[in-house]
């Protein structure tokens, strides 16, 4: 599932540069992450950085958007063609 950044963001921009995607950006009262984009840095990392990094600990999973690692996994492959995905790449689902 994509994450949501809640209402409690205080645009900090501590999550915009851990993005690996570039999913996250500001609007005008909260960030937003598109969720076209949100890998949930699966092959990438072993946790979203965004919730990692988030000092209101405001970016959560979004319930309406329930993906499995391979979706995930997919769409890091599509988003960032030049990268290499084969073997055991990073991700909290097995963490």
């Known amino acids: 599932m994509a994450y949501i950044i809640t209402s409690a963001c205080d645009q900090c921009d501590a999550c915009t540069a851990e ?4 999913a996250i950006s500001a609007a005008p009262t909260i960030h937003r992450i598109d969720p076209a984009k949100c890998t949930e840095c699966v092959g990438f990392f072993d946790e979203p950085q965004c919730a990692a990094v988030c ?5 959560v999973t979004d319930p309406d ?5 391979a979706e995930l996994l997919e769409r890091a492959k599509r988003l960032s063609p030049d990268e290499d995905f084969s073997g055991d790449v990073p ?3 097995r963490a």
Do not use: D, M
Request: charged share 30%; net charge negative.
């Open 55 to 59: 000092p209101q600990e405001c970016c």
């Open 91 to 93: 991700s909290h689902f």
């Open 19 to 22: 993005c690996p995607n570039e």
């Open 65 to 69: 958007r329930v993906e499995s690692e």
